[in-house]
């Protein structure tokens, strides 16, 4: 069975500060593939990135940052330098290779950025 | 620019009447997902299609039925709307997998979604 939780329920930051949302993820699979979705107000998921299993390093895109580490199950997402068009609703998602197509979600963190 | 579209993007409907959302993608992708997303929970699979097989989840109401005429076009029919059926409604697409396996666990797109009310 696979699971992906995101303990984060809500965060909220001042603008500019860096923020780091936290993703911790089960699977038995040794192959299987990571993603971060973004969902603004108006509901649309957005693709941030994906990651597979057998790819550690970290990413880093514009502001965005990726820290993927199979020791401790985790990948977690920083935003640095945050700013107000950040706050939305972002998703962790599992999925393993030899499966149905089937995303699994964590729960979402809900990331307010004050102005 | 290359996309998933999804009309109406809101749909109010009365307890019990059937209503259709649609979803379009011209991505070229043979695999299209819907998924059911309620108020601050995660999207919720509720079937897919590669290509015209049809896959249901388990639990997966008969209330929800689904078509796919092309594969451009997907619908998604709720028979009779419940008050618990009101939720957005997300239309995702990925490519195909390959005939040999390897990186089937291809990106899911997203469409913009379709708010559903039901009064």
């Known amino acids: 069975a696979q699971k992906v939780t995101q303990a984060q329920t809500e965060i909220s930051v001042v603008e500019k500060e860096d923020v780091t949302l936290d993703c911790v993820y089960e699977?038995?699979?040794?192959?299987?593939?990571l993603f971060w979705y973004k969902q603004p107000p108006s509901g649309e998921l957005v693709f941030l990135i994906r990651?597979?299993?057998?790819?550690?390093q970290n990413e880093i895109s514009g502001r965005y940052s990726w820290n993927f580490q199979k020791s401790t199950s985790s990948f977690n997402f920083t935003i640095t330098a945050s700013q107000v068009v950040d706050s939305a609703v972002y998703f962790c998602?599992?999925?393993?290779?030899?499966?149905?197509?089937?995303?699994?979600f964590g729960t979402g963190t809900r990331l307010t950025i004050i102005p | 620019d290359a996309m998933v579209i999804q009309n109406p993007r809101y749909q109010v409907t009365q307890f019990g009447k059937p209503v259709t959302l649609s979803c379009s993608q011209t991505?070229?992708?043979?695999?299209m997902y819907w998924y059911q997303q309620k108020s601050s929970q995660a999207p919720k699979l509720l079937f897919h299609?590669?290509?015209?097989?049809?896959?249901n989840e388990a639990d997966t109401p008969d209330n929800f039925q689904s078509r796919r005429p092309n594969t451009s076009f997907c619908f998604l029919d709720i028979r009779s709307p419940g008050l618990g059926d009101a939720a957005m409604y997300l239309c995702?697409?990925?490519?195909?997998?390959?005939?040999?396996?390897?990186?089937?666990?291809?990106?899911?797109?997203f469409g913009p979604g379709t708010r559903l009310t039901v009064l």
């Open positions: 998602a599992l999925i393993h290779n030899f499966g149905n197509e089937k995303l699994t």
């Open positions: 995702a697409t990925s490519r195909d997998r390959p005939p040999s396996g390897g990186s089937i666990a291809d990106t899911q797109y």
């Open positions: 991505l070229n992708h043979n695999v």
């Open positions: 299609y590669y290509d015209k097989d049809f896959n």
């Open positions: 990651r597979n299993s057998f790819d550690e």
């Open positions: 699977t038995r699979d040794t192959t299987y593939y």
